[in-house]
């Protein structure tokens, strides 16, 4: 098998996560400097405003505590994406965080939704089924310490505690999955080696059995006799 697509190893690989948890902070305490409430700004379920929640939403938090429990995933999470899905880690982070948002403003509660959660489950989704997908040895493994790590978070697609928005979660889980079969012939795939036919391969048939070499019959048209014919007197 050979792999067709390297693993990224760049800054970047950092540096864009790091630069997404970096602007979720900054929003709250812009918010908590001028005693601000951004959650307006959510989603808004079936409604032309809260449309603007599908770009805003993930960078509004409601408390510290809420902020720092996807600000940790969210950089583990998008730093994983970038190193081992280059390829496809920008479509996946900015079509899928708006399909998200999306999806959310069609099945959620008339209650706006904020937080950054549904790009976590949306990345953790992507990550754990494109390994999956793949069968790639590399992946599969990321994909077992991806549900080893936050394995937890898939109770939490369903109403099973109040006060989080279990349809952003669903949303992000089930646009995750579908972007996961959309790309797994993408980025880091296996390709076939085909093999070539030698002399050894020859010696064997399509069982397996053992062919003994066979000695070339002399074709006997293509020897030319000469004869000569002597007297008996010579």
């Known amino acids: 098998m050979k792999e067709k697509s390297s693993i990224n190893f760049s800054k970047q690989v950092f540096f864009i996560p790091l630069c997404m948890v970096f ?55 998008g730093s994983i994406l970038f190193m081992f899905y280059n390829k496809v880690s920008f479509k996946v982070l900015v079509y899928g965080t708006l399909l998200t948002g999306l999806l959310t403003w069609f099945i959620g509660r008339e209650s706006y939704h904020i937080g950054a959660s549904g790009v976590v489950y949306l990345l953790f989704s ?6 999956v997908l793949k069968k790639h040895f590399r992946l599969i493994a990321v994909s077992l310490v991806t549900i080893f790590l936050y394995g937890g978070m898939v109770w939490y697609v369903l109403p099973i505690a109040k006060g989080i928005s279990w349809e952003g979660h669903l949303s992000g889980f089930i646009v995750g999955t579908v972007f996961a079969y959309f790309y797994k012939n993408v980025g880091i795939v296996k390709e076939e080696y085909t093999f070539s036919k030698t002399d050894f391969d020859v010696m064997f048939d399509s069982h397996g ?12 048209n293509d020897i030319n006799y000469t004869y000569i014919y002597k007297s008996e007197e010579e």
Do not use: C, D
């Open 23 to 77: 602007v979720i902070w900054f929003v709250y305490m812009f918010e908590l400097k001028f005693s601000l409430n951004f959650n307006v700004f959510g989603i808004l379920p079936r409604t032309i405003k809260g449309l603007r929640g599908i770009v805003f939403s993930p960078f509004i938090h409601a408390n510290v505590t809420h902020l720092f429990n996807n600000s940790v995933p969210l950089f583990v999470l």
């Open 209 to 220: 059995n053992y062919i003994p070499p066979q000695e070339e019959e002399t074709q006997l």
């Open 126 to 131: 992507f990550i754990f089924f494109s390994g």
